[in-house]
């Protein structure tokens, strides 16, 4: 018997998961690893660190399912997107710490590259913005922030990835520096209409192109293991980024659908086809996937802090121990009590963009509680879903009608009940709510000939859907106290 084995490397956790040929869940492991936050609006993880959890994981989903290596078919690699991490080739030692994708250290690297007319540039060739969510600017620190790094970099002795180059450097030890289209296209450096690295941003970013890793299609075989902790001889057959790989997870093959992610970020993508669709409100144009010669397009917006301010209460506030608790403490009371929360804590993302932007609680009264703080804090993830889709609606032309969710906080019933009725759409939740690691699985099955879109599509199950149930004056009311707190949180810092 064959599986398929899907590596989840997500911005929290590293997770694997063991699907059977079927597509069928049959073992899973997850392990967390430390955050480092060593400035404000600084945010590092040790890439040995997410090595070490990630192989554990790996090893602990074989030992639970007793399986050898060689039963594995293909691995499928799915990854937290931009964030950087730079290595010596000839070590495999990283530089420095991989910097996150919320990290906003370049926030002004880039206004400074906004206010020299290059933003426009970016945009036509990347579909992105001009922000420090992606990695060029991040490269750019390392280069210039770590002692000798440009030099060694220009002599050719350092490689550059985003977590899937990592993890497959690690898992080929060293045979293979490779990317896939989706984590390409996030990176500032990727021309997708070209479909290569750019040299005109090459030169913008000051990067020499010795550092880039070979760029593939998200589904194909491209090496095998060799590494001696997890096994040498399993094909790695599929990467995609995390929401890319969402995306297919949840079977949003067709122009229109649309899904949302509510991890440590809340992440909106709708596939666009083969079109690509430039947005003119802060959305992006990316690349949801390439399988063979065909790419497929998506249009996203992407939220900073998600989940995430359910882990500051949890931890930064301490107001309970477990994020699943944020639930029935906010079912605790019958509405916000007029407290509003913009969870800005690492800057502002779509449709705002604004780095300076910071975390604010308005409407506080001696009558609010912890349980309208988890409740506003809930609320506020939906808040800014809702202003990405209503977005996501216009620049498309097609109203969302249906939204696909998944990630760690699509359990909470509150949440998505409250999505539904402030974004008057069907909120639906799949049976299997892992859908990123799906994704790969999926893109690695294909790659593998184990199975076909068209088989898989008709796998897909829903666990519940949501309607809209508020009536629309309430609804009315809450969006204009959010937008109203959004204003007064933009351009905090200085
Ligand atoms: N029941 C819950 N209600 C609200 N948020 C939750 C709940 N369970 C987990 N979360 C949040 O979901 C996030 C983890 O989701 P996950 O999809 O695992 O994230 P990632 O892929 O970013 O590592 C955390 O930020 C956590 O606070
Ligand atoms: O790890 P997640 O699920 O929060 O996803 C992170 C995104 O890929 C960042 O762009």
Redo the contacts with the bound molecule.
């Keep these: 018997m064959s599986y398929i084995l899907a590596i989840d490397q997500?911005?929290?956790?590293s997770r694997c998961v063991l699907y059977d040929r079927q597509a069928n869940p049959v073992a899973m492991a997850q392990q967390t690893f430390t955050q480092h936050f060593p400035q404000p609006g600084w945010v590092e993880h040790d890439a040995e660190e997410i090595w070490a959890s990630q192989s554990e994981v790996f090893r602990q989903v074989l030992r639970d399912a007793q399986l050898a290596p060689a039963d594995i078919a293909g691995i499928g690699i799915t990854n937290?997107r931009e964030t950087t991490v730079i290595w010596e080739r000839s070590t495999g030692k990283p530089i420095y710490n991989a910097i996150v994708w919320q990290d906003r250290r370049t926030a002004d690297d880039c206004i400074g590259l906004k206010q020299a007319g290059a933003e426009a540039m970016v945009k036509a060739k990347t579909g992105l913005l001009l922000d420090a969510y992606f990695s060029a600017t991040k490269i750019r620190w390392l280069l210039d922030h770590v002692d000798g790094a440009r030099g060694q970099a220009e002599r050719g002795e350092l490689a550059f990835g985003t977590i899937d180059s990592w993890l497959v450097w690690k898992l080929t030890d060293g045979e293979l520096h490779i990317t896939d289209v989706s984590n390409a296209a996030r990176t500032l450096l990727f021309n997708i209409d070209t479909m290569q690295w750019d040299d005109e941003l090459l030169v913008l970013f000051g990067i020499p192109a010795s550092l880039l890793p070979a760029v593939k299609s998200s589904s194909e075989v491209y090496g095998q293991t060799r590494n001696q902790e997890i096994g040498a001889g399993i094909p790695i057959a599929a990467i995609a980024g995390?929401q890319q790989a969402g995306l297919f997870g949840q079977l949003c093959i067709n122009a229109g659908m649309a899904k949302c992610?509510?991890?440590?970020?809340s992440f909106l993508m709708m596939n666009t086809g083969l079109q690509r669709v430039a947005s003119s409100h802060g959305l992006l144009t990316t690349i949801a996937w390439q399988i063979g010669d065909q790419i497929h397009y998506a249009l996203e917006g992407g939220v900073f802090v998600?989940?995430?301010v359910?882990?500051w209460l949890?931890d930064g506030l301490q107001l309970f121990p477990n994020?699943?608790d944020?639930?029935r403490l906010a079912d605790s009371v019958d509405d916000n009590g007029g407290v509003y929360f913009v969870p800005a804590l690492t800057g502002l993302g779509a449709p705002h963009w604004d780095p300076h932007a910071r975390g604010a609680i308005f409407g506080i009264t001696r009558g609010t509680t912890s349980a309208h703080l988890a409740r506003a804090a809930?609320e506020s993830i939906c808040f800014q879903v809702d202003e990405v889709l209503q977005l996501l609606s216009v620049e498309s032309g097609s109203p969302i009608t249906q939204l696909r969710i998944d990630?760690?906080?699509a359990?909470?019933n509150r949440?998505t009940q409250f999505q539904a009725d402030i974004s008057s759409v069907e909120v639906v939740r799949p049976a299997n709510l892992e859908t990123?690691a799906l994704g790969a699985a999926y893109l690695a099955g294909i790659a593998i000939g184990l199975w076909t879109v068209d088989e898989l599509n008709r796998k897909w199950r829903t666990d519940r859907a949501f309607h809209p149930q508020m009536p629309q004056q309430d609804v009315k009311s809450l969006k204009h106290y959010w937008l109203k707190a959004v204003q007064r949180a933009k351009n905090w810092t200085e």
Excluded at 10 to 13: A, E, I, V, Y
């Design positions: 997500g911005t929290s956790s937290q995390d992610t509510y991890g440590t970020g998600g989940g995430a359910i882990q949890r994020a699943a944020s639930e809930l990630g760690g906080a359990v909470n949440l990123t």
